[in-house]
């Protein structure tokens, strides 16, 4: 089939890429004329593991194009995927200026094109425009009538969230554990299916539902995964309160199969472009429908006073007040989780922010978000090339993101490099046991902190 990506994001440009690897047309069209040369050169904008390579082999193959030219990349469509972003307005609402802008602009283009027959075989058939974007209930209509403002040829509309996670997006959408289509019409539907029939050959559902439950569908998993790990933070801040240790509560409560062990991890909360977006979206849905969203309040505001108090724990440690002024803080980890580069409300970020606010100087080292975070921080904070290059004469180590190569880092390289054996755990990376033998003062998030006299390493 014959597609037009808009938006070449990491939900764009990873479910185009795929599809084009499954022997369909595709398109990527972005407005941002940087993203597009880069893509023409054959380089990524965006890390994803594995995705370079399938980009490459899929445009050499001629399935896979990408163009700023939205008349030419929307009149060759069959099937119009709308993967442009939906952040938060400064009311938690999603903001749906670039669907509405994208649905203006396919309207222009099919009006200017040739009409649909409305499609019998050899009969040109009408576009299926998809809202793949996170989106508010109610938005496939709005999306509608900004299309048909324009024009009044036939066009079918469906929605068909998407569920990959950044750093396994690859996998995530070649082996979905599900496929979610919301239409109003069964011909939309079997056309749809059709497309994603490669995708679930071993079985896992297609779901073809109506398009209000399809958008909710999306809302509805976030914030349930947002809620875990809303609840597993309040657990380990109870055990902190009281003595315990979240890694034996976690054990004996998620043996209980009712329960499970997923998305139950205590640390700095949740980050990134969806989890807190759509939390929010949720909330002032619920908000305009008269609905409220209570769990969900209170699932945003525990992940708000994660950070919190994971900052009052390294200002406690410093003594408060100035105490950080002059300090000199590693960061490792910058990315909002492991295997991407995406820094979009990073807890790292937060965190950063907050000590060079108290006057401390951040050096921070990531495998790959170097650049991404340089848009956002500049050169507030210096950059390290190695884990070890971000700890040289440190007061402190913090750690911010669970990237594999801090799991067993060189302890004594480490050491030997801080000025200050003190690390913050912001992932329960590690052994409170194991850092208590190596000399190193730790505090992590729900287990007893290991203290004692910092060694002073004088490097
Ligand atoms: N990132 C994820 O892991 C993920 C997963 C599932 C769903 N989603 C949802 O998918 C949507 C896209 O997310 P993303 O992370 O890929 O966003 P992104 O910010 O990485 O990419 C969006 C792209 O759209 C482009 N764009 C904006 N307006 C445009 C227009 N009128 N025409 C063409 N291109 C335009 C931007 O230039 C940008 O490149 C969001 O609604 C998000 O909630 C994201």
């Known amino acids: 089939m014959r597609i037009t990506m808009v938006g070449t994001g990491y939900v764009g440009l990873v479910t185009g890429t795929c599809l084009a690897n499954t022997g369909n047309d595709v398109t990527c069209l972005d407005i941002d004329q940087g993203k597009i040369d880069k893509l023409n050169n054959g380089i990524s904008p965006i890390y994803e593991p594995g995705l370079d390579e399938l980009i490459q082999r899929n445009a050499a193959a001629g399935r896979l194009s990408f163009t700023t030219d939205k008349v030419k990349a929307y009149q060759s469509a069959e099937i119009v995927f709308i993967c442009v972003g939906t952040p938060s307005d400064e009311r938690g609402h999603a903001d749906l200026r670039y669907v509405l802008a994208a649905s203006a602009d396919i309207g222009k283009a099919i009006e200017a094109g040739p ?130 240790d979240i890694d034996e509560v976690r054990r004996g409560m998620c043996s209980d199969k009712r329960i499970g062990n997923q998305f139950l991890y205590p640390g700095l909360g949740y980050g990134g472009s969806c989890f807190p977006k759509d939390v929010l979206a949720c909330i002032s849905m619920g908000e305009l429908s008269n609905t409220p969203a209570r769990l969900l309040e ?27 002024s002059g300090k000199k803080i590693g960061v ?93 755990d912001g992932r329960n990376l590690y052994r409170p046991e194991q850092m208590r033998e190596m000399g190193f003062i730790y505090h992590s998030v729900g287990r007893r902190p290991v203290v004692g006299e910092a060694v002073e390493q004088g490097g």
């Open 115 to 244: 009409g649909a027959t409305g499609g019998g075989d050899g009969e040109r058939r009408a576009k299926i425009v998809v809202v793949k974007s996170t989106v508010p209930v109610g938005t496939n209509q709005k999306v509608s009538a900004a299309i048909s403002a324009s024009t009044s040829k036939t066009f079918y509309m469906a929605s068909n969230p998407e569920f990959l996670k950044e750093g396994a997006a690859i996998n995530d959408f070649n082996k979905p554990d599900r496929v979610v289509i919301g239409v109003s019409d069964k011909g939309t539907g079997d056309r749809l299916r059709d497309l994603y029939e490669p995708f679930v050959r071993q079985g896992n559902p297609i779901f073809v539902m109506d398009i209000p439950s399809a958008e909710m569908v999306k809302y509805a998993s976030n914030a349930m995964l947002a809620t875990k790990i809303s609840f597993i933070n309040e657990i380990a801040n109870l055990c902190e309160s009281y003595g315990a």
């Open 298 to 324: 209170a699932v945003h505001e525990v992940n708000q006073r994660q950070r919190d108090a994971f900052m009052a724990k390294i200002d406690k440690h410093f003594g408060g007040g100035a105490g950080l």
């Open 332 to 424: 490792w980890g910058i990315a909002f989780k492991p295997g991407t580069d995406d820094v979009r409300e990073a807890p790292s970020i937060t965190l950063m922010e907050y000590l060079l606010e108290r006057g401390a100087a951040v050096v921070a080292y990531d495998p790959v978000a170097e650049q991404t975070c340089r848009e956002v921080m500049a050169d507030k904070i210096s950059y390290a090339k190695d884990a070890v290059g971000a700890l040289a004469g440190v007061d402190a180590l913090v750690v911010c993101t669970d990237w594999d190569e801090f799991k067993y880092p060189d302890f004594e390289a480490a050491k030997a490099a801080m000025k200050s054996a003190v690390i913050f």
